[in-house]
């Protein structure tokens, strides 16, 4: 016979996954811009979508306006957040220098266990690059560049790292899709030479080559976001 505490354990289990499935796949839809900026996202019609409670509703749009995707406004409404194209020459300025200064930090410090995880972890998104999975892609490239900033043992250099990668997982979309998901193999291999300056301590090299691997990045979004992409029509 079950007791209501195992009763009220097993509703909390069910509940949590009901907000981690509700999270998950907003997250992925937002960062996937299958759910573009600006998108209104409706507790009613979330409920309905999702055959769940408001209440998971509400706290996966917490989680993922602590991950800064969608925002509430004044009149209560939640949206997907936009995406700030007036400020990105100073957050690619940011990016750019925890890019270096992280991975020369690796170069200094890790450790053949991290050596390890960095390679397992190109591994992987050398496969999702040779399917061309772009949303594997973003989350295996965030876990890479984390996993270097953990490697350097930085904690601030880490935690602003992590916050720049979360907030450019979408503009790391507009990246792959100017590619059309099928990643150049050079770019891909570009993991692979930062791997062996950390692992040969060479902290001049490691420094340059996260440079010119944040550049390709930036320059490539840079001109996919200016493309002029309007159909020549004949009237």
Do not use: C
């Not at 996260?210 to 029509?233: F, M, N, P």
């Amino acid at each position: 016979m079950s007791s209501q505490p195992d009763t009220e354990k097993l509703a909390e289990r069910r509940r949590g996954s009901g907000v981690s499935t509700v999270y998950e796949k907003l997250r992925n839809e937002i960062i996937d811009l299958t759910l573009a900026p600006g998108t209104p996202l409706e507790e009613k019609q979330l409920s309905e979508r999702f055959q769940m409670s408001r209440t998971p509703i509400r706290e996966a749009l917490l989680k993922l306006s602590a991950d800064g995707l969608v925002v509430t406004l004044t009149n209560r409404s939640t949206v997907v957040s936009h995406i700030d194209l007036l400020s990105l020459s100073s957050y690619f300025d940011a990016l750019t220098l925890m890019y270096r200064v992280n991975t020369r930090l690796a170069a200094e410090n890790a450790t053949e266990a991290d050596w390890d995880i960095l390679a397992a972890l190109q591994a992987q998104y050398a496969d999702a690059a040779e399917s061309g999975d772009a949303l594997k892609m973003i989350i295996v490239n965030r876990e890479f560049h984390v996993a270097i900033a953990e490697a350097g043992g930085n904690k601030y250099y880490r935690d602003l790292f992590v916050r720049l990668l979360d907030e450019g997982r979408r503009l790391l979309r507009l990246y792959y899709t100017s590619f059309n998901d099928q990643l150049p193999r050079e770019y891909s291999d570009q993991h692979e030479d930062q791997i062996k300056a950390i692992r040969n301590r060479d902290v001049e090299l490691a420094d340059k080559l996260a440079k010119e691997h944040a550049d390709q990045i930036v320059l490539q979004i840079q001109r996919y976001i200016s493309e002029d992409k309007r159909q020549d029509i004949v009237l």
